[in-house]
């Protein structure tokens, strides 16, 4: 789901369900961690990789540099990209909790940014 898609003006309080969404996911995927499932938690982990990884390239298009002017867009837009581009090569068992802290730290990143957006 793209949720700046240049078609209206998106909510605080859609950032911030998405922002939950993903949020949500992460703490899934650790808690089939701790249920020693790492084979469903990595299953979540590479879902939520393609779907930062879509948003990420649709943000970074030439035509949507106008995105830019939307309120919640630029702290948002930079916490997919950070959580997206951090994660370097393939997703494993073996990075996966590094995947699952970043996503949940840069998600912070808008958190504690739009309080302060009026």
């Known amino acids: 789901m793209i949720l700046f898609d240049n078609k209206r003006k998106v909510t605080k309080e859609e950032v911030q369900a998405r922002v939950k969404y ?24 590479k879902d939520l990789k393609i779907e930062l990884k879509e948003e990420y390239h649709f943000y970074n298009l030439k035509k949507n540099e106008n995105l830019m002017n ?15 581009v951090n994660m370097i090569g393939q997703l494993t ?3 996966l909790d590094v995947f699952l802290y970043d996503v949940d730290f840069y998600m912070d990143y808008w958190e504690i940014h739009s309080q302060y957006k009026k």
């Open 93 to 95: 068992q073996k990075n």
């Open 22 to 45: 993903f949020k949500d996911r992460v703490n899934l995927a650790y808690e089939l961690i701790d249920k020693k499932d790492k084979k469903k938690a990595l299953q979540i982990a």
């Open 70 to 84: 939307e309120k919640y867009f630029p702290e948002y837009s930079a916490s997919i990209t950070d959580s997206f």
